[in-house]
């Protein structure tokens, strides 16, 4: 067998090891596709909101005047996500801050 045989033989195997690893991903992320349809919907209605934040305001407003005191509960909860959100970010930013200080040379 010369060379180019043996290069061929390689290739053909390695197409079909190829085919065979994408089948088992394929399997194994069956399992995620319906969360994942989710996740995607939940993105697709951000960036919607997003777009049209008119919406979003008529609708805080309706709910506001339906149901005051459900509002203003949802706003505290989301007033202590914020916070929260942005307590990790500076967090985030002062320990890489900090390791990217700490590079061996002091």
Do not use: C, F
Request: net charge positive.
């Amino acid at each position: 067998m010369n060379a180019i045989e043996r290069i061929r033989q390689r290739r053909a195997e390695l197409i079909a090891r190829a085919a065979q690893q994408r089948d088992d991903i394929a399997t194994a992320l069956g399992t995620l596709r319906a969360p994942l349809a989710v996740a995607d919907k939940g993105v697709a209605a951000v960036a919607y909101v997003k777009n049209h934040p008119g919406i979003a305001a008529a609708a805080l407003v309706a709910t506001a005047v339906i149901s005051p005191r459900r509002t203003l509960r949802w706003a505290q909860r989301a007033i202590i996500v914020w916070r929260g959100i942005r307590w990790v970010q500076s967090s985030t930013r002062t320990a890489v801050a900090r390791l990217g200080k700490t590079d061996g040379s002091a």
